[in-house]
């Protein structure tokens, strides 16, 4: 084989080469893109699932807030009933009494 003929050789295996590395290298982009997309789906659902799970927590405290907020209402509210028929009967005690004192002065 000739220098020129071996020349020719090594260029041609220098384009193998080059064009072999060139389709690794697109190979492997190709997969980190797809590797890429991938991780984004993944991320976008468990976001997504973070929200949802945010969000039902938040409604379940607002919920058990509402209920221990109805349940001290319910206890005032009986409070002030309890306490409403305590004044009334005391008030009218005080008014019969004082009724009494009146009309017992009328006798005297």
Do not use: P
């Amino acid at each position: 084989m000739s220098t020129q003929e071996k020349y020719v050789h090594s260029l041609k295996q220098i384009k193998e080469a080059e064009e072999k590395a060139w389709e690794e290298v697109q190979n492997f982009k190709k997969k980190v893109a797809e590797d890429i997309k991938s991780f984004q789906i993944d991320a976008d659902k468990a976001i997504e699932l973070a929200k949802i799970q945010g969000e039902k927590l938040v409604e379940t405290s607002i919920d058990q807030t509402r209920k221990k907020a109805e349940i001290e209402v319910e206890k005032i509210i009986e409070e002030a009933k309890t306490k409403s028929k305590t004044i009334s009967t005391q008030m009218d005690e005080k008014t019969i009494s004082g009724i009494l004192d009146i009309l017992l002065k009328g006798v005297e």
